[in-house]
T-cell receptor, first 113, second 111 residues
Framework: DGGITQSPKYLFRKEGQNVTLSCEQN?????MYWYRQDPGQGLRLIYY???????QKGDIAEGYSVSREKKESFPLTVTSAQKNPTAFYLC????????????FGQGTRLTVV | EDQVTQSPEALRLQEGESSSLNCSYT??????LFWYRQDPGKGPEFLFT???AGEEKEKERLKATLTKKESFLHITAPKPEDSATYLC????????????FGAGTQVVVTP
């Protein structure tokens, strides 16, 4: 089955720790994205990548880092510099042809304890 | 700056009671407008893409329309399984691949 897989589904982090969220896709999409969703707010773009070994900051990149070493994978690290990391994180992918419809994974809920 | 505003924030419907959700947008040039459905604790599920004013798309009980300033998602004779949050997003012509999302409309359909 083609799709986007995010893991883990739930993640707990102690203050001061870095954590990495996994995102893998087998849709052969060039573009991948990370969004953050908070209650009552729209999805906000953290980072995006158009191609392997290249990525760009989105609207709220501070305290996050990414890598894109393989077309299929786009992991997100939430660093200790992110002051309010508790949120629902969504990974998406899309083609790079004209209008880009993004297809989403099932999300990772990160909670700081 | 691109902006997307969805209304109402929440909508409670009786089964069979048709209604419409609104998505108003401000964008320098529209490449596409997208509708998604999101169930609690899940990722958004793609529904429609609209490209130009006057365009309409349908899927089961859902119909999306587009004007130059807003889009409507009409839900005809809804069923309880249509309960979800509906998200609208726009892609501007000068912002490669990036989607600007509204906050969503939470729809609850009661039997």
């Amino acid at each position: 089955d083609g799709g986007i897989t995010q893991s883990p589904k739930y993640l707990f982090r102690k203050e001061g720790q870095n954590v990495t969220l996994s995102c893998e896709q087998n849709l052969n999409h060039d573009a991948m994205y990370w969004y953050r969703q908070d209650p009552g707010q729209g999805l906000r773009l953290i980072y995006y990548s158009q191609i392997v070994n290249d990525f760009q900051k989105g609207d709220i990149a501070e305290g996050y880092s990414v890598s894109r070493e393989k077309k299929e994978s786009f992991p997100l690290t939430v660093t200790s510099a992110q002051k309010n990391p508790t949120a629902f994180y969504l990974c998406a992918s899309g083609t790079d042809r004209g209008t880009t419809e993004a297809f989403f994974g099932q999300g990772t809920r990160l909670t700081v304890v | 700056e691109d902006q997307v505003t969805q209304s109402p924030e929440a909508l409670r419907l009786q089964e069979g009671e048709s209604s419409s959700l609104n998505c108003s947008y401000t964008v320098s040039g529209l490449r596409g407008l997208f509708w998604y459905r999101q169930d609690p604790g899940k990722g958004p599920e793609f529904l429609f893409t609209l490209y130009s004013a006057g365009e309409e798309k349908e899927k089961e009980r859902l119909k999306a329309t587009l004007t130059k300033k807003e889009s409507f998602l009409h839900i005809t004779a809804p069923k309880p399984e249509d309960s979800a949050t509906y998200l609208c997003a726009v892609q501007a012509t000068d912002s490669w691949g990036k989607l600007q999302f509204g906050a969503g409309t939470q729809v609850v359909v009661t039997p």
